[in-house]
């Protein structure tokens, strides 16, 4: 996954619970650029948020709670899932640094955000998200186009729970961090086999044994401290289009 951000002035992790404290912080950007920005672009959302650190398994929002704000990930990485009428979990996403969530414009929040590890967010209050969004049409292009890789992003979560083997979408999850990750054949899997189950919808014995199968045809090794070698990139490609 993505570097962790240096922080000058680490502050004391506030204790589990649904709310994080306000951290006095430095304006640290995100390790990656936000999503809609280039390495290089002043980010005018840095004036208007707050940040705020998360212990690993704290939730940052849940489903059905006022959407007042916008969150950017600065460091870690963050679950995004809604629990099934029948009490299941269904994970839709896994936010790294430099990823925004809460940009659709509805009332209240609908998903639930959880910290998997460690995290830092940017919080931006929605008030003051809208008034810049209204001075700043560029700025709202660009969150417009952020909005609208999410969606695409979602259909293609939707073939891929729909269509494919489990070893297929187990190959195409790999290949998608690897991409994110943009640089090496080392990823970080800081989520659980539990997490991985329930985002691909299978079942944790399903995925150990996919990484098992993976692994005997030396095509991932495994890494420790949570990490995945992608041995032969373009066998997994070929296996996760399913050729």
């Known amino acids: 996954m993505h570097a962790h951000t240096a922080i000058a002035a680490q502050p004391t992790r506030v204790p589990h619970g649904h709310q994080a404290a306000v951290m006095a912080m430095p304006r640290v950007a995100p390790s990656r650029p936000a999503a809609g920005f280039a390495a290089n672009d002043v980010d005018p959302l840095a004036a208007i948020a707050q940040f705020r650190v998360f212990d690993r398994e704290q939730s940052i929002f849940a489903e059905g709670e006022a959407a007042d704000a916008v969150f950017r990930v600065v460091d870690g990485m963050i679950r995004l899932y809604k629990l099934l009428p029948d009490g299941r979990r269904q994970i839709i996403g896994f936010l790294q640094a430099g990823d925004m969530v809460g940009l659709a414009f509805a009332d209240r929040y609908l998903y639930s955000a959880e910290a998997i590890t460690a995290s830092t967010v940017?919080?931006?209050?929605?008030?003051?998200?809208?008034?810049?969004?209204?001075?700043?049409?560029?700025?709202?292009?660009?969150?417009?186009?952020?909005?609208?890789?999410?969606?695409?992003?979602?259909?293609?979560?939707?073939?891929?729970?729909?269509?494919?083997?489990?070893?297929?979408?187990?190959?195409?999850?790999?290949?998608?961090?690897?991409?994110?990750?943009?640089?090496?054949?080392?990823?970080?899997?800081?989520?659980?086999?539990?997490?991985?189950a329930d985002h691909l919808g299978l079942t944790t014995e399903t995925v150990s044994r996919g990484f098992t199968k993976l692994k005997t045809s030396r095509l991932i090794r495994i890494l420790d401290g949570g990490r995945v070698e992608l041995l032969d990139a373009e066998a997994l490609a070929d296996l996760a289009e399913c050729a």
């Open 122 to 196: 940017q919080r931006i209050p929605r008030c003051q998200l809208d008034a810049l969004l209204d001075s700043q049409p560029a700025l709202a292009r660009r969150l417009l186009s952020v909005t609208t890789s999410e969606l695409v992003a979602a259909q293609d979560q939707m073939l891929l729970l729909g269509r494919k083997s489990a070893l297929e979408k187990l190959a195409s999850f790999l290949l998608a961090l690897s991409r994110r990750a943009g640089a090496g054949r080392a990823i970080a899997l800081p989520m659980s086999r539990c997490d991985i």
